[in-house]
């Protein structure tokens, strides 16, 4: 089975470790974005993926290029043209200091890709899912054309669609955008959401009163009324104590039945960025191979954990590793 996307790829830069910016004169670089990082995990699983993209046509896109063909997903979707790559940096938190992203994205040559010229027969041919995220219809008004039209024709031919919100509030405060109607027109077409409780508040305009697994579940039941299609709510609920030391659990919601983890403490973080591509990858996974709603949620939650062992944007891991967290493991393997 072949899953599609369609984002924006970015090159992250971090100081090491958990240095400042600048503290000494060196910077970390990896290729991501929310979408490539879903499938290049995807891809380690043994998946057909593919990717419609836009980088510049020079030796930092051709760069992005080459590495996500070495994570195994299909680029021959991604074009290549004006503009320039975007980038984000992250400053890694330590205890009591927080994680900081800076996004310098714009212009970007995605942002600007004309909304026209993307072939989506070919992107969707094939495909049996396809993987979109809120961060495109952020980034400028092209980019919500694209990913409109995008979703209208993955709706025409039958393919199911998953739609991570990723609500970015900096991105839409660029954009001075209220951001409500834009997402709930394209999110009206998913039929698998990634998002908790503060997403759906924020698309229904309403407070949840209720606390823990009860609100989840009240924000799930408003989110299946304001979207008929809608078949699937996914989330994770995180309780961050320090910047190194949090909670994590998922819930899969559906119109008549929930499913809920236990809450895992992750101390000893890495680097939590692409943690809820690694969660949304692990959802897909179970979905295409089968899996109940039990086994999906804690696929899901296992690649979210390990990713917080691993410095980038994406997760990269084998059944091996994921069967060796699931099993308790973690002697040395040999």
Known sequence: MTVAAFGEILLRMSPPGSELPLQTPRLDCWVGGAEANVLAQLAELGHEVRLASHVPDDSFGRGAIRLLRQNGIDTRHIRRGEGRLGLYLVVRGAGARASEVVYDRFPSGFAEADPSGWDWPALLGGATWLHVSGITAAVSERGAAALEACLTAARERGIRIAFDCNFRPSLWKRRNM???????????????????????????????????????????????????????????????????????????????????????????????????????????????????????????????ILKHTLPGDASLFSEDEIRAYLAGSTDVRR
């Open 178 to 304: 209220d951001p409500v109607p834009i997402l709930n027109n394209l999110l009206s077409r998913a039929d698998l959401i990634f998002g908790n409780h503060n997403d759906i508040s924020l698309l229904c305009g309403r407070h949840f009163i209720e606390t823990g697994a009860a609100r989840r579940r009240a924000a799930a039941k408003a989110a299946f009324d304001m979207f008929p299609q809608l078949q699937c709510l996914a989330s994770t609920a995180r309780h961050a104590a320090e910047a190194d030391r949090h909670s994590l659990s998922a819930r899969i919601d559906r119109r008549d039945s929930e499913v809920q983890t236990s809450e895992i403490l992750l101390t000893g973080i890495v680097d939590r960025i692409g943690s809820g591509d690694a969660f949304c990858a692990g959802i897909l996974h179970g979905m295409l191979t089968g899996a109940d709603d039990k086994e999906c949620a804690e696929l899901g939650l296992a690649l979210a």
